[in-house]
């Protein structure tokens, strides 16, 4: 017997309320009548729900649009105030913290830099930091949503514990150690997914997400990573280890790796390679490679080289767009042409390497991504 669910007037109005809050989250600043022509909304059922949404303090005014004829039309945004999230960074650098408002603005950050140590007193200065972050904001701590805690690593299958981040030298630290000393609600991820969750975000202006297909993410950082995002939907894989293509084998009994094996993918494109192995900076290399410094052109061929042997890789398995982002990403987009001639020749199938694209995400946005899943949440609801 076939059943069908019905869906109710109650269903309609939440439905509408949620696509022109998302409207306005995606617009930033819109119209009533804006809102009625794009989402094809009378403006009696744009208004009604517009009531309840300024009524949860979630919209504000922002003064008037120019007049084209008429009454000014009123501006209508987002209450950035309305919720925050907290993001905080966990690497070899320290512990980096910050807070974002609803529209994703950073209003406090605070940085510490210490090293993981085994014990209670790690999980301590997170939770401290934490909370004095919040303190010196002044912030609604009801307001608050949820911390989100990223890290270069591999977490369990239920994210709750840290199994191996080598550059940290962290083994099976459980996140219990940090959420047991805060009253909000911690979820944890690793730095490429957050990555990846966060380029989704900040690029998020189609206001039918349904539309857009999902695509492979690679990071370039200490570590390499990557994810796949599709809409909203990380994949994880069976194991929670999905996207750990800085484990690719490139070279069989080649370099060895921080994961103990030899060859790893991660040991020739990682952004030491083009600056702590060589006791330098980025900054440096990159600027030197520009200068015409024989050694370091050398240097960057073969990491091209190797680089573009990986997305290859990943594109033939995934047949989809890949965006490569991380520290090292924002030095190479110069480079993009280069790149893309070297993935033609090296693809066995007739493209023209228009599949990559590089992270547009600041790497204080990529680090939020963990944090941004609560405003994914909050919003779905509303």
Known sequence: MITTSKITTTDVKRYNKNRIFQLIYTTGKISRQEIADVLQLSLPTVNQNLKILFE???LIYEGNFESTGGRKAQV????????????VNLSDKGIKADILDLNCNVIGNMRVP?????GSAYGEMVADTVTRLVEHTGIDKAAILGVGITVPGIFDIENSTVVYAPTMGIKNYSLENIQRLLPYECRGMNDARSGAFAEYWFDKKDINPEKREGK????????VGGSYIDRENIRFGKHNRYGEFGHMTLYPAGRPC???KRGCFESYVSARCLSTD????????FDKLENGNEE?????DKYLDDLTTGINNLYIMSDGDVIVGGPVAVYLGKYKDIISKMLID???????GSYLSFAKCTQQQADSGAALTFFSDFISQI
């Open 56 to 58: 949860k303090n979630l």
């Open 76 to 87: 209508i945004s987002i209450n950035g105030a309305a919720r925050y999230v907290i993001s």
């Open 114 to 118: 210490v090293k993981y140590e085994k």
């Open 216 to 223: 492979t993410y690679l990071m370039l950082n200490t570590g």
């Open 258 to 260: 921080f994961c103990g």
């Open 278 to 285: 060589l006791g330098i900076t980025l900054d440096i290399f």
């Open 296 to 300: 370091y052109k050398k240097i960057f």
């Open 346 to 352: 090296k693809c066995s199938f007739d493209i023209d």
